[in-house]
């Protein structure tokens, strides 16, 4: 089985543009959640999404959103780009929201100049 | 509120040592403790994970020691090699945190040959 994918690997933005980040999760893993890894940092919340319905979101704000389509991928869009916006975007997808073990993919790495 | 403090921020041993990275941790509720590894370019790894039901659980030359009343638990890895040389991540989730992780601040260990 492949693991989870993300596209792209690298993007450079500006500020006040918007950006769209992907994601493909394990065959038969229905909930993916995004997190923001900040240089240095661990990686933090964004959302949880389950069978199409957020089912949890973190500390964002609402320039941040995220949408799943039927097949169990994954968009999470960013307006308005701020250069505190720059950080490795994960995906971590797993069986079901419950399910507390996560697999990550390798992540996008955006950089906002 | 930084609920998952992490020590140290980084850590040098020698091959063949034995390296210690410690995690405290706030909320009671949390019931699921991992460990993550992750190298440069990469999305975290899953390493080790425990329940609070256990005191120690051991994979291979990794091993999480978990003290329910001081509410803390640590990763130690034996034997320590130069390809463990990345940057560890405790986490929690548990709780109303149900699926999401909250991760410590990381540890970059590095292991001289």
């Known amino acids: 089985d492949a693991g989870v994918t993300q596209s792209p690997t690298h993007l450079i933005k500006t500020r006040g543009q918007q950006v769209t980040l992907r994601c493909s999760p394990i065959s038969g893993h229905k909930s993916v959640s995004w997190y923001q890894q900040v240089l240095g940092q661990g990686p933090q919340f964004i959302f949880q999404?389950?069978?199409?319905?957020?089912?949890g979101r973190g500390n964002f704000p609402d320039r941040f959103s995220a949408r799943q389509f039927p097949n169990y991928s994954s968009e999470l869009n960013v307006n308005a780009l701020l250069l505190g916006d720059s950080a490795l975007y994960l995906c971590?997808?797993?069986?079901?929201?419950?399910?507390?073990?996560?697999?990550f993919g390798p992540g996008t790495r955006l950089t906002v100049l | 509120q930084q609920q998952v403090k992490q020590s140290p921020q980084s850590l040098i041993v020698q091959k063949g040592g034995i390296s210690i990275i410690n995690c405290a941790y706030e909320n009671t509720a949390f019931d699921y403790f991992p460990w993550y590894q992750q190298f440069p370019g990469k999305g975290p790894a899953l390493l080790i994970a425990?329940?609070?039901?256990?005191s120690e659980k051991k994979e291979g030359r990794f091993t999480i020691s978990f003290n329910k009343s001081a509410k803390q638990f640590s990763l130690h890895i034996m034997d320590s090699q130069p390809g463990d040389s990345a940057t560890y991540f405790c986490a929690v989730a548990g709780g109303t945190s149900y699926g999401k992780l909250t991760f410590g601040q990381g540890t970059i260990l590095t292991v001289h040959p």
């Open positions: 971590a997808a797993k069986p079901q929201p419950t399910y507390n073990e996560q697999f």
């Open positions: 999404y389950y069978e199409k319905e957020e089912r």
């Open positions: 425990i329940r609070p039901d256990v």
